[in-house]
């Protein structure tokens, strides 16, 4: 691919993913053919932002883990009240970083 084309993707999207993971991103959109170009723009990655926000209101409900593809975790969270409350606590530092792991996960199936 272009590397114009590669260097705006990651400008745009650099915050949905971890910046240990960016490197890694840039050298697989190069090698990559330009035909996955549209497959790679369509994408549904998430904002952890939006998801930690999400997490502080209703985590307790565990609709931030349904958010990014935690089923079985959220409905865990759904059934014990985020684990009375705590496993909704500890979510708030730990929701975006897994966030941005999910998103890779899904970048990676294009990649």
């Known amino acids: 691919m272009d590397s114009q084309k590669v260097d705006m993707y990651l400008m745009t999207n650099a915050k949905f993913f971890s910046p240990a993971h960016i490197n890694?991103?840039?050298?697989?959109?190069?090698?990559?053919?330009?035909?996955?170009?549209?497959?790679?723009?369509s994408v549904d990655v998430k904002d952890p932002t939006t998801v930690l926000i999400v997490s502080i209101f209703v985590g307790y409900l565990g609709i931030d883990r349904f958010m990014i593809g935690d089923t079985g975790l959220g409905i865990g969270k759904l059934l014990t009240g985020g684990g009375c409350g705590i496993w909704a606590l500890v979510d708030w530092f730990l929701i975006q970083d897994a966030t941005r792991q999910k998103n890779m996960e899904k970048l990676q199936m294009y990649l």
């Not at 053919?33 to 790679?40: H, Y």
């Open 24 to 41: 890694f991103i840039r050298e697989r959109l190069l090698a990559a053919d330009d035909s996955k170009w549209g497959l790679i723009n």
